[in-house]
């Protein structure tokens, strides 16, 4: 095996093990507000959105080459990788920005904060891509108008959309009686958070598509720009469903229990506000983080509602993890780029590796601690993650779908 | 200055799709739940759906739910259209 060779192979690995974590750091984005209101029970819901996520992936009948190209200078306009940099270059800088990325997603899952994967992962290419290439390596102007200005929007819009839905919502149902009231809209919620999982499994798979297809390109196993091999799209799509349906549990209790208080009717409206605005904006020249739109729309569904308590501090550690998204993935992704470059070869990148492999198992282990799982995802939010009460699994699961109102 | 532009002219058009379709399919649902408990009827004996005070939906309060219903689902299968084949018809 050559050194190309096995830096793709890592590559190809790092990639798919970032799209599991994709997976799973996001399911709670299409499924959380149906776990909390008990209109799926929370296995159901991961294998659900796992499905839809799978079928999702397979639809996309696009070529997301040119993602990274927005953000940084290592390929043409037509996506291929820049001729000077074929090869184990290009290879070193793709597979130091994928460990930024996972590592920050990880991090963030294990504190239980939504962070946008797609972030993360730009985040960790565009500190490669400095460490490597200098800052002439990134494209700014693509930074501040792909992901900077549309981060801002994204919360501000859903909320907006999803706040107005909700109180437009119980204006006209006000007068039916609860339980048949959140009986029906527990089929609503249902039918809009599966859209927002198709939706995700089309989007999302695609970027690490993108990205396995490039590094191939780099390598030269593979020269077509408008298409891509079989093998990659099955492995991705097989990728993110595996990680939705292992189910981000920690990001889910945040989203459901954490930020508001939710009943059905609010999960229907921040669900379909979070569908109709991912759908318009990946189409008109916008395209906004499906985290940071479903977590707008979560908070917009609790200022809609009278009365609804939503939970400021929990929206406000989000938003630090937000900010912090860019700058910490890539400078994980920086600092991978210089001791992999400095190692040198396959050595340097075994090393790397390695070393992500020990800090993912750690922050696994660590998780632990503090286990959340489909037992006690429902429980009563205590105003941190972790559940403190030693309740029965059966009181659990009655805390998490008993409706309050 | 021109990346601000061409930001708020595409942020218009999201917020506008999204007051249509992304708050007004949950109001179209919401509608479709009171049409259904409108002028309810107490529930013929072997009725279906029958509720916990005895009411079942007026054939009024179906008709109309079922409008209101079908609207949602075709607002869904647009969204699965857009989904597959979004970059060929927007772009």
Request: net charge neutral; glycine share 12%; hydrophobic share 55%.
């Amino acid at each position: 095996m050559t050194e190309a060779l096995f830096i793709l192979v890592v590559v190809v690995v790092t990639a798919l093990a970032f799209d599991f974590t994709n997976g799973f750091h996001d399911t709670g984005n299409a499924m959380a507000t149906s776990i909390a209101t008990g209109a799926l029970q929370p296995k159901n819901a991961v294998i659900l959105s796992a499905v839809l996520n799978l079928v999702g992936a397979f639809l996309s009948i696009e070529v997301a080459l040119t993602v990274s190209n927005k953000i940084i200078s290592i390929q043409d306009s037509s996506g291929a990788p820049v001729e000077s940099l074929m090869g184990v270059p290009i290879l070193t800088i793709v597979f130091a920005g994928l460990v930024g990325g996972i590592l920050w997603n990880l991090t963030t899952w294990l504190l239980g904060l939504p962070s946008s994967s797609s972030h993360a992962l730009f985040g960790g290419l565009i500190g490669s891509a400095i460490a490597a290439l200098g800052f002439g390596g990134v494209k700014w102007d693509g930074v501040i108008s792909s992901i900077l200005v549309p981060a801002f929007f994204a919360p501000l819009v859903a909320g907006l959309v999803a706040g107005i839905g909700t109180w437009l919502v119980y204006r006209i149902v006000t007068k039916i009686p609860e339980a048949r009231r959140d009986a029906g809209f527990r089929w609503g919620q249902i039918g809009s958070a599966s859209l927002v999982s198709l939706a995700h499994g089309t989007n999302d798979a695609q970027k690490t598509m993108g990205v396995i297809t490039l590094s191939l390109i780099a390598y030269g196993s593979w020269t077509s720009t408008d298409s891509i091999p079989f093998w990659v799209k099955a492995s991705c799509a097989v990728a993110i469903a595996a990680g939705t349906w292992l189910g981000g549990w920690r990001v889910i209790r945040t989203l459901g229990k954490g930020l508001v208080e939710i009943h059905s009717p609010q999960g229907m409206a921040a669900e379909t506000a979070s569908a109709a605005i991912i759908l318009s904006s990946s189409h008109l020249g916008m395209a906004l983080s499906t985290t940071q739109v479903a977590t707008g729309s979560i908070l917009g569904s609790g200022v809609g509602k009278r009365g609804a308590e939503v939970r400021w501090s929990v929206a406000g550690r989000m938003v630090v993890a937000w900010v912090t998204t860019l700058p910490a993935a890539g400078l994980v992704g920086a600092v991978c780029w210089f001791m992999a470059d400095r190692i040198g070869g396959a050595a340097g990148v075994a090393i790397v590796f390695a070393l992500l492999v020990a800090a993912s198992t750690w922050m696994w282990m660590r998780s632990k601690k503090t286990a959340i799982n489909p037992d006690n995802v429902n429980a009563e939010w205590e105003g941190h993650l972790a559940v403190t009460e030693q309740a029965t699994p059966a009181e659990r699961v009655s805390a998490g779908t008993a409706e309050r109102n | 200055m021109d990346i601000f532009l061409k930001a708020f002219s595409a942020l218009w058009q999201v917020l506008a799709v999204g007051l249509l379709l992304g708050a007004g399919i949950p109001a179209v649902f919401s509608l479709g739940m009171r049409s259904l408990d409108t002028g309810r009827v107490p529930a013929p004996a072997g009725a279906a759906h029958v509720s916990t005070d005895g009411t079942v939906a007026s054939t009024g309060g179906k008709i109309g739910a079922g409008i209101c219903f079908g609207l949602c689902v075709l607002a869904v299968l647009f969204g699965i259209v857009v989904i597959i084949f979004g970059k060929q018809l927007f772009s």
